[in-house]
């Protein structure tokens, strides 16, 4: 497989180019006026300056003659030299706020368009297997970590190549005038000067932001650390097992893994070479002074002249340091746009397709799904986890899928729902194989319920509604579909009912039960089923409840999918014993298959394994029914005898 990292690295014109290419694509996202503003404003910032050096040079130039004028009316000779030069720097300073203003909403405009791009690249474009490949997280961290504003974003380059502009301009009105008053010569030393600094100075940069694209994983591992052990996610965890002393190593070790690295290259890639382009500066600006100084001795530069060469030769001697509001901005904002490219590109190729079209269900034709001898791997090089599996999924009934832990349940789930391909063989829906039509079609076919669904930090009527956003306003089809879950009752306990906000990190929010979780996004299920997605897929979605709720949460969604083909999976064999179908999965294939009845009177390793589960509920019961006697809860008489069928 292709490394997402591998990019053959361009000579220095192709770097800026490539660079000036990117920033000129980010600058498509912002409105046409606001750019033609920020240019402007960015021109007339950059001017003023030079403006000011003007009208001080003419100020000063006066002031001789204003010294040697008799009466009051001496400073009259100034003119209007002191107002204009003061006018310079104070429109200056005014204009200030107004070019960050500006820039703000120039990387606003750039953000929003490329987080959109983000989104659809993440939730839809990227197939399912890249975003599992560690190489590609790592390009996504740091895509993300451009718009979680963790470093700068694609809009913060945008602006900040604006920004250049007002520096390049003082610089030309300064060398301008440097050749006027010194002549040609002077005036092009300065300015080449100055450009050389400049591009050392920014290649250097550019070397060190490549090491940090290439720390990109042990970035992902830091920014892990400091999120997980901030947040509020291990704080039980933390405190039950006394973790912190272990995660401050763990993360002086890890932040040393990524910062020493960095910290060795700062010294290699930017402080050597500036000690070198400090040297050219001072060669180059040395050169101007001693022109300079050498002109005024000779007496054949006015006072004017020497004022004003002398504040301009100053300018370009600046220019080679570092421009705060441009440079890290444009490196690592650019960064973050490339690594949204290259997953754009990523994504492209990928199997998962557009977004989903109204009208796709047309496409998608009806009738049994088959698995036709399907194998499949998740790495190249990894072993099969399916391996040569056939199975029939009959339209319009219920098959439960079963096994151990890692037999390959879930993953016969993902392909079925394609967010993966098979490695060998092929899915088909009434005989047209699914990779015959986009995937998002498919998608739009299905209503799935994954072992770890999300659970929105939205509110219940959201995170319902989500089955089928098209539907989030119609309360009835949302309540209906909860009833229909059970979670009906859970929502009418919460303090907003649907309005609420299924978390207690908002106020008036909720939190729920992993089983009152399972119920809300069984309705978001049901709720697509509605809207007419034809086959619903269970993924262990009663894991978190007890077994008698488990066992007639599985009769009540049989009888009320009636008719619908259904996919579920499943650990208690007993739970689903009222399926139509029950496939046993072992080592990746299909053990044995059939009804309740056929595979107990089959007396294979289904039977085994449904007497062990339910031999194993019996004492637990057992164990239950006594300690409660014990504790004189319920007169030993009373208690019901457990039988092997209470698994039922
Ligand atoms: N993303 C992945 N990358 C590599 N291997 C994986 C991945 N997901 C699952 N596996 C491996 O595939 C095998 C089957 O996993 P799968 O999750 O399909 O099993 P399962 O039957 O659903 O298990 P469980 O009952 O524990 O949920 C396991 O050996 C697992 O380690």
Redesign the pocket.
């Known amino acids: 497989m292709r490394p997402a990292h591998h990019v053959t690295e361009p000579g220095w014109f192709g770097r800026r180019a490539d660079r000036w290419r990117s920033v000129g694509r980010l600058l498509r996202h912002t409105h046409p006026a606001l750019l033609t503003a920020t240019i402007a404003l960015h021109i007339t910032v950059g001017l003023l300056p030079v403006v000011f050096i003007a009208w001080t040079s003419r100020l000063i130039s006066r002031v001789p003659d204003a010294l040697s004028s008799s009466g009051g009316s001496g400073w009259a000779v100034l003119g209007l030299a002191p107002l204009l030069a003061v006018c310079a720097f104070v429109v200056q300073q005014l204009l200030a706020p107004f070019q960050s203003a500006l820039g703000e909403l120039v990387t606003r405009q750039v953000d929003g368009a490329c987080i959109a791009r983000l989104m659809r690249c993440a939730l839809t474009g990227l197939p399912v297997a890249e975003l599992?490949r560690q190489d590609v997280l790592d390009i996504l961290s740091d895509a993300r970590g451009g718009f979680e504003r963790v470093s700068p974003t694609p809009g913060d380059a945008a602006a900040g190549a604006l920004a250049l502009i007002a520096r390049y301009a003082q610089l030309t009105g300064a060398s301008v005038m440097v050749a006027l008053v010194l002549g040609p010569g002077p005036g092009a030393l300065v300015a080449v000067t100055a450009l050389v600094i400049r591009f050392g100075q920014r290649g250097s940069l550019d070397r060190f932001g490549a090491l940090r694209i290439g720390l990109a994983g042990e970035r992902r591992k830091l920014n892990y650390l400091r999120r997980t052990a901030g947040g509020p996610a291990l704080a039980k965890e933390a405190r039950m097992l006394g973790l912190l002393p272990w995660l401050r190593e763990r993360h002086t070790a890890q932040a040393r893994g990524y910062l020493d690295p960095l910290w060795e290259g700062r010294r290699r890639l930017l402080f050597r070479p500036f000690v070198g382009l400090a040297a050219v500066g001072l060669v180059g600006g040395g050169g101007s002074l001693y022109v300079l100084a050498r002109e005024g001795a000779n007496g054949s530069l006015s006072l004017l002249q020497l004022s004003v060469a002398l504040q301009a030769v100053l300018i370009p001697m600046r220019f080679g340091v570092y421009f705060p509001e441009s440079d890290v901005q444009t490196r690592d904002g650019l960064a973050a746009y490339h690594a949204l490219t290259r997953l754009e590109s990523m994504a492209a190729g990928g199997p998962a397709g557009p977004e989903r079209q109204d009208g796709a269900l047309a496409t998608v034709p009806e009738g049994p799904i088959r698995f036709e001898d399907v194998s499949f791997r998740?790495?190249d090089d990894?072993p099969d986890?399916l391996s040569g599996l056939d199975l029939v999924l009959e339209h319009g009934r219920s098959t439960a899928v079963v096994?151990?832990?890692?037999?390959?349940?879930?993953?016969?789930v993902k392909l079925l729902a394609r967010l993966h391909e098979p490695s060998v063989g092929r899915i088909t829906a009434g005989g047209t194989p699914l990779s015959g039509f986009p995937a998002a079609d498919w998608h739009r076919r299905i209503a799935v319920i994954f072992?770890d669904f999300t659970r929105y930090q939205l509110t219940a009527a959201e995170n319902i509604g989500l089955g089928r956003p098209d539907r989030m306003d119609d309360r009835e089809a949302l309540l209906a579909a909860a009833g229909r879950a059970g979670a009906r009752e859970v929502i009418e306990r919460l303090p907003n009912g649907l309005d609420t906000v299924l978390s207690g990190q908002y106020e008036n929010g909720s939190d729920l039960s992993g089983g009152q979780w399972q119920r809300v996004a069984l309705s978001r299920a049901l709720l697509a089923v509605d809207a007419g997605a034809s086959l619903l897929i269970l993924d262990?979605p009663t894991a978190q409840l007890d077994v008698r709720a488990e066992a007639a949460f599985f009769d009540r969604f049989l009888e009320m999918t009636e008719g619908i083909t259904s996919v579920i999976?499943a650990?208690r064999f007993s739970s689903v014993r009222r399926a139509d179908r029950i496939v046993v999965?072992a080592d990746g294939a299909v053990a044995e298959s059939g009804t309740h009845e056929e595979l107990m009177a089959l007396d294979g390793r289904y039977a085994d394994l449904f007497r062990i589960q339910a031999e194993r509920f019996a004492e637990e019961q057992a164990e239950a029914a006594a300690a409660r006697a014990t504790a004189g809860t319920l007169p030993r008489a009373a208690q019901p005898v457990p039988t092997p069928e209470g698994a039922r």
């Open positions: 599992e998740y790495q990894g986890v096994g151990l832990n890692g037999a390959g349940k879930t993953t016969l072992q262990e999976v650990h999965l």
